[in-house]
Every structure is written in structure tokens, then in C-alpha cells.
């Protein structure tokens, strides 16, 4: 399953595991991406991990067995990382939450359908029975392709996401499999 190698937009990009190794080029592509869209709950300024400190959550995170954590770089930057959690409960341990996001240069090209594609497998292999996401209700080209693969519609909080100074309102999505 992991690792392999994609093209999109005629650039070799490989989907694999974060590693702690990918610290820095991971805080780079935070600063990025999260200036490029309004979408994330975060902005670059909010971005305040160290170097250290990132190695540090990678290589925790990375040990975890009960998450997915999956990166798209070419040979210069990552350009999307998919973050797929268990609950820490054992009521919880056969549903996940996931999170996306992919460099505004890559939006279109199919590089987000194929990690959820990956972590759909996953999820299959891990004897997960639920996924769950939260989304902008504004953010109609992510609920256009969360719909596409399955997803649904399962609640509409008010204010869930907050970027400063203003409160948004989500979609709580969810696919059964």
C-alpha cells in the first residue's frame, strides 16, 4: 500500500507515512498552505512549533498505530498531508476522524481523491467501521468530492471552525463502510 508514487500535474509525487525526519519541510508547507486558503482552521501565524518541537509530534505521532498519517512530496516540499485518527476509547476504537489539506496548486488534480482513496483502504484493512470529517459549509469544492466518495451530511454546527476573529459555521460529514 505505502509508499508509491503518483503523477500529478506532470510532477512524480510520493505518498507515504510522515516521519519525523519531515519536520521542517512539514512547518514549511503549514506556513503555506495555511495562507493559501481560508478553509483550515489555522494560519500560518498560528504556526508556532519549532523545528524540534515538530520532530518531536512527528515522531510520536508516527509510532502510533492507530492513525494515518500520509503525506504527497515531490522531490523539493510537501503538498498535502491526510491526518486519520482513532479515538483514544475503546468504545471509539472502529471510527476515525480525518483532516486534509493540499497546496492550492494542486487543487483539481485529483491528488486529494487519491490520499482519501488510500485512507479508505486503510480504514478497510484496520477494521474501521465509520469515517468522520468536519468541513466548511462554504467549502463547496471539499463537500462536492466528500459527497462524490460516499460522505454524507450528518450535522450542521454553527461555530465550529474559527480563523481570527470569525467563527464559521460546518458540516459534520460522515461515510459508514
Not at 139 to 161: C, D, H, V
Request: one cysteine or more; aromatic letters at 12%; a positive charge.
Amino acid at each position: 500500500m505505502l509508499p508509491y508514487n503518483i503523477f500529478i500535474k506532470d510532477r512524480l509525487l510520493e505518498i507515504r507515512s510522515v516521519v519525523a525526519d519531515d519536520a521542517s519541510q512539514w512547518l514549511s508547507y503549514l506556513h503555506q498552505v495555511g495562507d493559501e486558503t481560508n478553509f483550515l482552521a489555522f494560519t500560518s501565524a498560528q504556526v508556532t512549533m519549532s523545528v524540534d518541537e515538530a520532530r518531536q509530534y512527528l515522531d510520536h505521532m508516527s509510532k502510533r498505530s492507530d492513525n494515518l498519517w500520509l503525506l504527497a512530496a515531490d522531490t523539493n516540499r510537501i503538498v498535502a498531508t491526510l491526518n486519520c485518527q482513532r479515538g483514544p476509547w475503546p468504545f471509539a476504537r472502529r471510527h476515525v476522524e480525518f483532516g486534509i489539506s493540499v497546496l492550492a496548486e494542486f487543487w483539481g488534480h485529483g491528488l486529494a481523491r487519491n490520499m482519501i482513496a488510500t485512507m479508505l483502504e486503510w480504514a478497510t484493512q484496520n477494521r474501521i467501521t465509520k469515517i468522520n470529517l468536519k468541513v466548511r459549509t462554504d467549502n463547496t469544492r471539499a463537500i462536492q468530492l466528500y459527497k462524490s466518495m460516499g460522505f454524507t451530511i450528518e450535522g450542521r454546527p454553527k461555530s465550529e471552525f474559527f480563523r481570527p476573529g470569525v467563527y464559521y459555521p460546518a458540516y459534520h460529514m460522515g461515510l459508514k463502510l
